[in-house]
């Protein structure tokens, strides 16, 4: 009347544990990914935006010949919070135009403007932009440790 079946199966203690920790590598991975992914994508726009800066700052400098009277608050103030500020550096060769601050999409970037006449038909036009990449908010110019920098050329206005 009893019916005896083969053994049951079932599973271990050590079994458990083994897909616990399984899936708990598989969740950490997984974190970990995305984090870097977000942070990397963040990195990114931090830069893009650094670089369609230099360029609106260098060509509305250049669309008005490269005067040496440019005053980029006045020219983009109503676009941008721009303001007179500190900024990186120009090269040793240049003549500075001026440095700012500008506030764009919650971060802080700093620009420097400068030029150098090449000769008595050609005029380079120097943009340096320089931006904290770890985070948003509002920054001081000693936490900057990214730049992007950018040259162009025009015909001499003199």
């Known amino acids: 009347m009893f019916k005896r079946d083969g053994s049951k199966s ?3 203690l050590i079994e458990v544990m ?8 598989a969740i950490l991975g997984t974190s970990a990914y995305r984090y870097n992914a977000a942070l990397s994508a963040r ?3 931090l830069y893009t935006n650094a670089a369609r800066t230099a360029i609106l700052l260098c060509e509305g400098w250049s669309g008005l010949g490269g ?12 676009d941008l919070t721009i303001t007179n ?10 003549t ?6 500008i506030l764009l999409e919650g971060s802080d970037y700093y620009a420097t403007l400068s030029w150098k006449n090449l000769d008595t038909e050609l005029r380079a036009l120097n943009v340096i ?5 770890c985070g948003r908010g509002t920054n001081s110019f000693d936490s900057v440790d990214k730049s992007y920098r950018l040259t162009t050329y025009i015909e001499n206005p003199n």
């Open 10 to 12: 079932a599973f271990t």
């Open 18 to 25: 083994i897909a616990i920790t399984i899936l708990l590598i």
């Open 43 to 45: 990195r990114a726009d």
């Open 67 to 78: 005067d040496t009277t440019f005053d980029p608050v006045g020219a983009f103030g109503s």
């Open 85 to 94: 500020n500190v900024g990186p550096g120009a090269p040793s060769t240049f």
């Open 96 to 101: 500075t135009l001026g440095s700012y601050k």
């Open 129 to 133: 932009v320089s931006w904290n990449q």
